[in-house]
Structure formats: structure tokens, C-alpha cells
């Protein structure tokens, strides 16, 4: 028998993708739960041909349940994932509850696999923030061949990040600018249709925004803690895909050849750099795939050895879902779980 993986969040943008992502790859589960708030109850969400009746959490007994993709928020979080671990289900969490406890691994595949064991202590694995995600697949094969010492990275995220809303927020928003209607500002502090805002989630005392701060903690967590990271991180109105410009300096030489090639063989990365108009990638072209797209790999001359390059890939896939799926795979594929109705 295969495993019974439950979605919570299924109804959100991450949760949804987690719920296609599973179908697309044909997980090895013999059932799949979506579960949601309680408004969401009986709504129906589609998991390959089939449509799912979604469940509420709080009336969910998780006992049978192998792996639970969290895709709900902190604050739910924070209080159910200790209690579905606890039931026996491996929690996989989205949100940034977990991220910084000692006790929970912080997984990107394709960088720190092995890490993956550590869930044993709490039964939680953290997925890293969406712009984390893609920069650390895109740093890891530079960082093993000349040994990073400071990244700069400004983001462009997309609206998506920020949940279902968000995406509402910016359709509304455009409709209005050309129907001459009244834009509303919800769930962004200023406008995002036109326009783009400097500010992604809290401020902290030092003036950095928690976005910022998330990218700092989360490389040196997941990659190397003599890693230093200085970000801005910048919403923008597009609607996925998230794209960064990177500056990164070197311990040891390492030419833009050298790069691509490097780059080229990277599990998760595509190299697309041509110099010429559209030889490169851009959100709109990244949004449904699963790869970090590396384009304008150049030479940065005003550093020793430093290398400025463009990276993009889709925030929900990449930085979210696909991540979590992958994470679940590693579980399985390195047989540290096994299937509860198979035990029974
Ligand atoms: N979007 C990204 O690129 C991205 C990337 C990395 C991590 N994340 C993280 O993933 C999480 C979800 O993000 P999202 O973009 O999918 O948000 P979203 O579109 O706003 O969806 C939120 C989901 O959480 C569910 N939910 C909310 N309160 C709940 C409760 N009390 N009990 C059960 N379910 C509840 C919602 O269900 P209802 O529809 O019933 O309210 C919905 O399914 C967040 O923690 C976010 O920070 C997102």
C-alpha cells in the first residue's frame, strides 16, 4: 500500500499547487486529503481527473495520515503541526513557524538533502521562504566550486507570494486603473497595479524588512553560516514568479564560462543566457516549471572575484510546493518513512 498524504491549505495558492504537483509526479500515495478552514468545508478542489470534498481541520484525525503538507499559515502552524506530529504524520510546513528552530531541518533537495533526518526530533520540516528557495539551488554548485563569501541580492516577488488575496488585490486594482474605479488597498500597503513597494512583511528595529532578515537566517541555516547576505526585497505587480538580481563575491577565482558549465549540470538550475533582445528569462515565461532559470551570468570587475547574475523561477512551485513534494519524496526515497496501513 502507498501513503496517505494530507494537504492543509488546499485551497490556498500553495496548497493547490501542492495538490497538481502530486498528481503531476504521480506521488506514491494511495489516498490525498485537502483540508481547509472550516468556511472551505466541502468545497471542491481538483487533484489530477479527480475533485476533492475539502475537510476542516479543526473535526481532522490525523492518525492514519503518513505526511502532512502544511500550507496554512504560521499561526495554524504553529498550533497543529505539534499536534498532527504527534499523531504520527510527518509535517512538511510551508510557513516560516518552524524555519529557525534548531530542532526542525530547513530542506531545500537539491542543497541539503542530507539534513532531511533531523525531522525525528519534532516530526516538522520546514520549507524555506520562496526567494530563499531559488537562490540557494542557484548558489550551491558556485558556493562548492569557489566558496562564497557575501551575496547582495535585490528581489522582484510576485503577488502570489502573498497569498490568494494578494492576486485578487492586484486583478482589482488593474481593473480599476482602466474602468476609472476606486482602487482599494487591502492586503498591500500602497498600490501594486503601476507600481511596485519596497516593503515585504514587517519591519524590524534595524530598518531591514523580516523578508529580508528570512533570506539572511535561511542561507546561512541551509548553505553556510560564514555566508554573508545583504537583501532588499521588493514586491512587484506581476502575478508569479519570483526574480532576483544576484551579486555575489568569491573566496577563489571563477569566470562566467566556468559558471555557466557549473550552472549548466546543477540539479534544479537552467542556464538561459544569450546576449541578445530576449535571451533570458523573465517571471511570466517561469510561472508553471520547476527549474531556477540563470540568465546575464557576467563579471563583476569592481570586486575580486565577483559574479552578477539574474535568477527566476515560480514562487509556488520552486519556492513552495514543489519544494515540499520533493522533501516528502526524499522521505521516501531514502526509506526513513514507511507507510502506516502497510505496517498495521
Ligand atoms: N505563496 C508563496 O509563494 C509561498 C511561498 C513559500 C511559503 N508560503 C507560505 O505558505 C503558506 C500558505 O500560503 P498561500 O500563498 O497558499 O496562502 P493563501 O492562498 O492565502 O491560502 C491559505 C490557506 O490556508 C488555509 N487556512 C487559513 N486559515 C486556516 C485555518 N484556521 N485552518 C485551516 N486552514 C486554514 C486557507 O483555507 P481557507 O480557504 O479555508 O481560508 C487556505 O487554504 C503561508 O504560510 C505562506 O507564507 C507561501
Given at each position: 500500500m502507498g501513503f496517505k498524504v494530507a494537504v492543509v491549505g488546499a485551497t490556498g495558492n500553495v496548497g493547490r499547487e501542492m495538490l497538481d504537483i502530486l498528481a503531476e509526479r504521480t506521488f506514491p500515495a494511495d489516498e490525498v486529503v485537502a483540508i481547509a478552514s472550516r468556511k472551505s468545508q466541502g468545497v471542491e478542489v481538483t487533484f489530477g481527473e479527480k475533485t476533492l470534498k475539502v475537510k476542516a481541520?479543526?473535526?481532522y484525525d490525523f492518525s492514519d495520515v503518513d505526511i502532512c503538507l502544511m500550507s496554512a499559515g504560521s499561526a495554524v502552524s504553529k498550533e497543529w503541526?505539534?499536534?498532527?506530529?504527534?499523531?504520527?504524520a510527518v509535517v512538511i510546513d510551508n510557513s516560516s513557524c518552524w524555519r529557525y528552530d534548531a530542532d526542525v531541518p530547513l530542506i531545500v533537495p537539491e542543497v541539503n538533502a542530507d539534513a532531511v533526518v533531523g525531522f525525528r526530533k519534532r516530526g516538522i520540516i520546514a520549507n524555506p521562504n520562496c526567494s530563499t528557495a531559488q537562490l540557494v539551488v542557484a548558489l550551491k554548485p558556485l558556493h562548492d566550486k569557489a566558496r562564497i563569501k557575501r551575496v547582495v541580492v535585490a528581489t522582484y516577488q510576485s503577488v502570489s507570494g502573498a497569498g490568494k488575496d494578494a492576486m485578487d488585490e492586484l486583478f482589482e486594482q488593474t481593473k480599476a486603473v482602466y474602468t476609472l474605479g476606486e482602487i482599494e488597498t487591502k492586503k498591500f500597503p500602497k498600490r501594486i497595479a503601476f507600481n511596485l513597494i519596497p516593503h515585504i512583511d514587517v519591519f524590524m528595529e534595524d530598518g531591514y524588512t523580516k523578508e529580508e532578515w528570512k533570506m539572511v537566517a535561511e542561507i546561512k541555516k541551509i548553505l553556510?553560516?560564514?555566508?554573508?547576505?545583504?537583501?532588499?526585497?521588493?514586491?512587484?505587480?506581476?502575478?508569479?514568479?519570483?526574480?532576483?538580481?544576484?551579486n555575489v563575491e568569491f573566496e577563489e577565482p571563477i569566470t562566467v564560462d566556468e559558471a555557466h558549465d557549473i550552472l549548466r549540470k546543477a540539479p534544479g538550475c537552467l542556464v538561459i543566457d544569450k546576449h541578445e533582445p530576449g535571451g533570458y528569462i523573465t517571471p511570466y515565461e517561469c510561472a508553471g516549471e520547476d527549474a531556477t532559470y540563470i540568465s546575464r551570468v557576467r563579471e563583476d570587475s569592481t570586486v575580486e572575484n565577483g559574479l552578477t547574475f539574474w535568477c527566476v523561477s515560480d514562487n509556488l512551485r520552486k519556492g513552495a510546493a514543489l519544494n515540499a513534494v520533493q522533501i516528502a519524496e526524499c522521505l521516501i526515497n531514502r526509506k526513513l518513512i514507511s507507510a502506516k496501513r502497510k505496517a498495521a
Open positions: 481541520l479543526e473535526h503541526s505539534p499536534k498532527i506530529a504527534a499523531q504520527g553556510d553560516p560564514k555566508i554573508k547576505l545583504t537583501a532588499t526585497c521588493v514586491r512587484v505587480p506581476v502575478f508569479i514568479g519570483h526574480s532576483e538580481a544576484v
